[in-house]
């Protein structure tokens, strides 16, 4: 059974840092494109940053121009991705998601069970 389990969120003041982790059971997703996605209340989804797969051990990172300078996503092995999140803002507060894609079209994507994140002003 594949599990993808997020650990780290919890309330932080602005301007703090937050370290997220997921971790991923059940098969091997080197070739997965892992991602972090969040949700506030009342909004869609969002794509935050991900790491794709380009060969051997290497992944690309790409990042949502929002995040872009103040988020940093490391791909530690081919089953747990971790988000390193930096001056944090109250409009970080959210549901945050990780994500694993087989880029191969037709094929499941995994979600896991979110880890809330709240920043207080």
């Known amino acids: 059974q594949v599990q993808l389990v997020e650990s780290g969120g919890r309330r932080v003041q602005a301007g703090e840092s937050l370290h997220l982790s997921c971790t991923a059971s059940g098969r091997t997703f080197n070739t997965y494109t892992m991602a972090w996605f969040r949700q506030a209340p009342g909004k869609e989804r969002e794509f935050l940053a991900s790491t794709r797969w380009t060969g051997g051990n290497r992944y690309y990172a790409d990042y949502a121009d929002s995040v872009k300078g103040r988020f940093a996503i490391t791909r530690r092995n081919a089953n747990a991705v971790s988000l390193q999140m930096n001056t944090l803002k109250p409009e970080d507060t959210a549901v945050y998601y990780c994500?694993?894609?087989?880029?191969?079209?037709?094929?499941?994507?995994?979600w896991g069970q979110g880890t809330q994140v709240t920043v207080s002003s």
């Open positions: 994500n694993a894609n087989d880029p191969v079209p037709g094929s499941t994507t995994y």
